[in-house]
């Protein structure tokens, strides 16, 4: 089995900005390096998609049935206001979760600022980014690693994933050492 292995990094953590992947040498670019117009117009897509989990239509359904549980909150249906919550928190999940499709999209999102040398930055499409995606698969590059670029590269998505991911470790770390310390009690 061939082990995955990370993107290269810098002294200092952050991903390097050139590898190479099936003989082909990428460079990361800013994102405001790489955006032509038609970059721009797919990135824009691709960001809601990546940081919510859902298209622009799913996203916006999900905000007009919040609003509509809203408007009855004031109704003698309590209800209503846990569907609220219910649909925020729902919302709020699908910006964390790491689904499949959100791994798909977020290799995509990455191939409009991850390109090869030589590359024309005035033209984006999918059979392009495919075979970028292929390239860094051939490789053995860790999915993970594309998707934290991804999130990077979202307004306001880094620094809750960032934060979700730190309190999910914190939560972990608790429940270790709470089961640690139970033991040892028992153990007394």
Not at 24 to 38: C, G, Q, R
Request: proline share 2%; hydrophobic share 40%; net charge negative.
């Amino acid at each position: 089995m061939t082990e995955l292995k990370p993107l290269p990094r810098q002294n200092d953590g952050n991903f390097a900005r050139k590898f190479t992947a099936n003989g082909i040498n990428y460079k990361i670019l800013s994102v405001n390096d790489a955006m032509s117009i038609e970059r721009y117009t797919e990135f824009s897509r691709l960001s809601a998609v990546v940081g919510f989990g859902a298209d622009f239509n799913g996203l916006l359904g999900h905000l007009d049935q919040i609003a509509k549980d809203i408007l009855l909150i004031d109704s003698k249906e309590p209800i209503s206001k846990l569907a609220a919550i219910a649909r925020i928190q729902a919302v709020k999940d699908a910006v964390i979760d790491t689904s499949k499709e959100r791994f798909n999209q977020a290799m995509y999102f990455c191939s409009l600022f991850i390109v090869r040398d030589g590359e024309d930055l005035t033209r984006w499409d999918f059979e392009d980014a495919t075979e970028k995606i292929s390239d860094w698969n051939t490789e053995g590059y860790k999915g993970t690693d594309f998707f934290s670029l991804a999130a990077l590269c979202i307004p306001d998505f880094a620094v809750h994933y960032l934060q979700t991911e730190k309190e999910v470790k914190s939560r972990t770390i608790n429940t270790l050492l709470g089961t640690r310390l139970l033991t040892e009690r028992e153990g007394e």
